[in-house]
């Protein structure tokens, strides 16, 4: 039945949600809200980078391959771009960017991460805070990446169209994100590992290529987004879903691994219709 109190939809506002347990679902494209993280307060601040180890090089290093291979899936070649990562995070990312593309540009929210990626060589007049950016960056953009930070985005609309008054006449934009109607959403339920405080909103492959198409972006390929991942990014992940008691607990008998792994994340690379 219809549920009224919770915030409204971000892939249609005008609809009520349909509750399902702690989920407030979009009648039309499936997407939803997170019931029980939208009841609570949430801050992004210096400790979110640091629970979650991003700033560790073996983590950076990984972040990077995954970059790699998934730019490789959608055939990208960074020299053709100026590009901006959305939501960077420690920046290790945003470093090969720089090395590799054209120009490369970082936006950012928590301090910590903006301040990292300094000492990692990136530049400062490429690094901006989310709320602090520029109405016009100081080049149109080609490419667009959205890597675990599209989910982050509540104000999504006004956000988008910063990212369409900043964005080259054909510009790419490829977006990883938890997928809400995924299989392992579906058969894990609260233990989902996107299942998170952070994580208010989550997209489904039909509400995201709707709200892209509505600001002109079509939908181009779809690539399959495993990433490179160590035991210590599983048990930063655990600590912080689960408390960092279990982290400790489970260390000792976590074996040392590295797999290539995805558990419920689309990948979708979108181009700007000519207009």
Known sequence: MPFV??????????????RKGWRGVCPQCGSFLDLESC??????????????????????????ETLKHWLSQGGLQLDRHVVCEIGFGSGFCLRYLQDNARN???????????????????????????????????????LWLFQDSFEHILDIRRFLQWVLRNSSRDALLLVVAPDAGSLSRKLLGRF????????????????????????????????????????????????????????????????KFTVWFNVGEFGLLFQREHT
Do not use: M
Request: net charge neutral; aromatic share 10%; hydrophobic share 40%.
């Open 192 to 255: 989902w590992p996107h299942k998170l405080a952070d994580h208010q909103f989550h997209w489904s492959r039909v509400g995201i290529r709707e709200l892209f198409e509505g600001i002109g972006f079509s939908p181009l390929l779809e690539i399959q987004p495993a990433k490179r991942v160590s035991e210590t990014v599983v048990l930063n992940h655990l600590g912080v879903k689960f408390g960092p008691r279990l982290r400790l607990v489970l260390r000792s008998l976590f074996p």
């Open 39 to 64: 009841s609570r307060p949430f801050a992004y601040d210096d400790t979110y980078p640091e629970r979650r180890g991003h700033f560790d090089p073996l983590i950076g290093a990984q972040k990077v």
């Open 104 to 142: 490369a540009f970082g936006v950012e929210q928590i301090p910590a991460n903006l301040a990292h990626a300094l000492t990692l060589g990136v530049r400062e007049t490429n690094l901006y805070g989310f709320h602090e950016r520029p109405e016009v960056l100081p080049e149109a953009i080609s």
């Open 5 to 18: 109190s919770a915030p409204p939809l971000l892939c249609h506002p005008s609809l009520c949600i349909v």
